[in-house]
Each structure stands twice: as C-alpha cells, then as structure tokens.
C-alpha cells in the first residue's frame, strides 16, 4: 500500500516570519484606503464648494433670478441626476449652496476662534484653518476652477470631509457655534459621529456657560468608541459612492437582490393598480443611512407602498425600523393630495415566508381596513416568497 506523504509542517520561525509579512501588508493596504478615502473626499468637498458657488452666483446676478432659488435647485436635480447619477438632489444641492455661504471667501478669511464667542488658543500647528484659506482664494482668483491644479490647491482651504460640513451648516445654531465646532473638529481631529454627538449635546452651548472652559474643551473632545469610522466605513461612504458614480454597496446579497427584483415584477403582474416608484432607494435620517428595498405608488388606495425585504426571521425591530420609514416617506416623499404611506414587511427566512403589514398609526381604522382589503393577500405573498426562493 502506497503511503500517502506526510505534508511538511512550516517551521514557528517561517510562520512568525509569514506573520509579520501579512500584517504589513495588511497595514499598508489599510493605509493606502485611507489615504484614497481622504482624497476623494477632499476632490469632492472642493468641488460642491465651487459648485454652490456657482449656484449663488448665478442667483445674484440678475434682478430676474432672485426668487429663483428654489426652482433654480429643482431643475439643476432633475438634469445633474439625469447626466451624472445620483447625489445631486435638491437637498444636496442646497448644503453645497450653504456651504459656500458659511465658507465662501470673506466668511472663510476669519479664522473660527475669531469668530466664535469662546476664546480658544490651541497651538497653532493644531488648527488647520488658520493656515491662510484666503490666501488660497487669492491664488485662484481669475483662474478656472475646472483645471485639476486648481481643484488640487481648493482642497486645501478645507481640511475636513464633506460629511463635516454638511453637519456644520445644517445642525449649527448660530454663526459662533459653526466657528466653534468647526475649530474643534480640526483640533480634536474629530469623526463625523463625535461633532454630531458634540452638537446634538450643545457642547458649545455648555462650554460658554461654564467656568472652567478650559476643561470643558479637554474633556469634551474625549473620543467614545462609537465615535471611530472603520477604514471601511470611509471607503463605502455612500456620498462618496455617489461622487464617483459607483454602485450602491448597500445590496446585501445575490439572493436578496434576485427576491427584489423578481417581487418587484410579481406586483406589477398583479394588475395595474401598482404604479413602480423606485428600488433600493436610500434615505439618510440623521448621520445614519438605510435603504428601502422598493417602493411602489397604489393608484386605487393613492398612497406609496413602502416594501422591505428581510432574509432573516421577522423581529419586532423590523416593524420598527419599517415605522421609521414610514414616517419619513409620509413627511418626505408624500404629494399633498395623498394618503399615509403604507408599510409591507416580506421576510423570507430558509423554512418560513412572512409578510406583515405595517398599519398601526394610520389616520382611522376605515383607512386600514381599506388598505388590508385592496393590498395583496398575505398569505399570496408568503407562497411567492417561499416559491421564488426555491427557485433562485
């Protein structure tokens, strides 16, 4: 009998040696994401800065565009999203229009703790802003800002990413809590979750109303560990997906994907009261992103359906994070002449298809009732669930 030869074991010496190689690597490739993650978001933040630039000049220069604004922002959505993809809503449009009124030129020549009503003497190798921006201003003037140089040297006058200041102009309450959060978040080196926890606590506000603000400032800038974004977590930022166009990376799977769409065409099948809206469409509800699977308008009923698809087994957190959706589609996405949006939960675990509705909260039970005995039946969802998964 032929012996089978014995696989020769890797001496500890190669194994510790091998050990060391894998982890730098590791190291450097988390490095050079990180690296990559901060560029683009430096390239993007530059850019909407010149884009809500762009938009505010164009609004003051004529007696004929100044009330404009609104519907200026309106049309700029519809073609920027039809050429470019998404992230260029109205919402989106209008932070980069704040943004260059917060950090346009003049505003930006101050440094924050000028500005704001707390004296802070960090050093000065500590607070980037003070690093001349205006200067940077100057250098660019009169030329064309759609050269790579210049959008290399605009980059420089804001250090920190998009997401920062989006939170800065829309959750300051004043023009001295910006300037202060602002400068903090440069010093502290803060992440987008420790300014919005910092501002959702009125740091500012506690720290002008204190004695020793010395060690308000020492104490809150105190990182939580909730506070940390992963490497990954700043490579996958959905606004930086949307920057460069790339797919969502929110699809949680193969088979998930394939029960949406194959939904998505049973529905529509069903008649032709169902009216497709979207797939996949992601909301953003404070500093947190979700993504709802699909969602449809009912012509009969004259409301959205919102529909979220579970491969997991059913659980309470999912009606409540359907509620939340709900909420936010009904104040949102709802025209004026129609009724709340509606709620199904489809869920499509391995030995059990359910399909829940989600109608507590509606205006009256008439309205419900309705909505129970016009949607799908359950019971028919659950079949197409449990067959369509057969069958992918």
């Excluded at 606004?239 to 029960?259: H, M, N, P, V």
């Excluded at 939904?263 to 993504?291: H, K, M, N, P, T």
């Amino acid at each position: 009998m032929k012996k089978t030869p014995r696989k020769k074991a890797i001496p500890q010496t190669v194994s510790a040696e091998y050990g060391g190689l894998m982890d730098g690597i590791a190291e450097l490739l988390e490095v050079a994401r990180s690296v990559a993650a901060r560029t683009v978001n430096a390239l993007m933040t530059a850019t909407y800065w010149e884009i809500g630039r762009r938009v505010v000049e164009f609004e003051q220069s004529g007696e004929k565009r100044a009330g404009y604004g609104e519907e200026l922002l309106k049309r700029l959505a519809v073609d920027l999203t039809r050429r470019f993809g998404r992230g260029f809503s109205v919402q989106n449009l209008e932070n980069m229009r704040l943004f260059y009124g917060a950090f346009g030129p003049n505003e930006i020549s101050e440094t924050p703790s000028r500005k704001s009503a707390i004296t802070l003497t960090p050093p000065a190798d500590e607070c980037p802003i003070s690093q001349t921006p205006s200067g940077i201003f100057q250098t660019l003037s009169g030329k064309s800002t759609t050269s790579p140089f210049a959008l290399a040297e605009l980059t420089r006058a804001f250090p920190l990413p998009w997401s920062h200041y989006v939170a800065l102009v829309r959750r300051s309450r004043s023009a001295e809590a910006l300037a202060f959060y602002h400068a903090e978040a440069l010093r502290g080196g803060w992440s987008v979750r420790q300014l919005d926890r910092q501002i959702a606590s009125q740091f500012y506000e506690r720290t002008a109303l204190s004695r020793d603000k010395a060690a308000m400032l020492r104490k809150g800038g105190k990182a939580r560990p909730e506070d940390a974004v992963s490497v990954d977590e700043a490579v996958r930022d959905p606004l930086i997906l949307e920057f460069l166009g790339l797919k969502d990376e929110y699809s949680e799977s193969d088979l998930e994907e394939a029960l949406v769409r194959h939904l998505e065409s049973f529905l529509l099948e069903l008649g032709g009261e169902f009216a497709f809206v979207a797939r996949q469409r992601r909301l953003r509800i404070g500093g947190d992103w979700y993504r709802v699977d699909l969602v449809f308008f009912h012509r009969k009923l004259r409301c959205l359906v919102v529909i979220d698809l579970k491969v997991g087994k059913f659980t309470h957190a999912d009606a409540g994070q359907m509620h939340l959706y709900l909420n936010y589609a009904r104040e949102h996405w709802t025209q004026a002449e129609e009724n709340p949006p509606v709620g199904l939960i489809l869920c499509a675990e391995k030995d059990e298809a359910v399909a829940k509705y989600a109608l507590e909260g509606l205006p009256n039970k008439v309205l419900a009732r309705e909505y129970k005995l016009t949607l799908p039946n359950e019971k028919l969802l659950a079949a197409e669930i449990g067959k369509t998964r057969t069958l992918l």
